[in-house]
């Protein structure tokens, strides 16, 4: 009887630190995906990639690539932005636990001029 009720006490403790061991894990996705420019399709690497809500981000890979892990599950934006192109934002972007969401991100080359420059050579 006392082996029984051994075995029973063993067996439950072990379930119940399965089930609060499972309890504990975190409630988190990835983000993965890669920035490219629309007008060639070539990567874009060094450009920064933001989650707006948690002001979280990454910059791209030399092949245009970002990660961004263990981000908790919610609804978020995506803002993807590098110099001389515009800032791109990506709406509704759904963490799911355990899942990974891929993005290709397509950026624009901003089409802004600089003003004229004039350069003066004084002689001393």
Do not use: C, H, W
């Amino acid at each position: 009887m006392k082996k029984l009720q051994l075995i029973i006490t063993t067996t439950l403790s072990l379930l119940s630190f399965s089930i609060f061991a499972q309890a504990q894990k975190p409630l988190t996705g990835t983000i993965k995906g890669k920035v490219i420019d629309k007008a060639t399709k070539q990567s874009v690497p060094g450009a920064t990639v933001l989650i707006k809500e948690t002001q979280r981000g990454s910059t791209t890979d030399t092949a245009g690539v970002f990660t961004l892990i263990k981000i908790n599950e919610g609804v978020y934006q995506l803002v993807a932005s590098f110099i001389g192109y515009q800032e791109k934002t990506i709406n509704d972007i759904r963490v799911v636990r355990n899942k990974t969401n891929y993005f290709e991100i397509e950026i624009e080359e901003s089409l802004q001029s600089l003003k004229e420059v004039v350069i003066k050579i004084k002689t001393f």
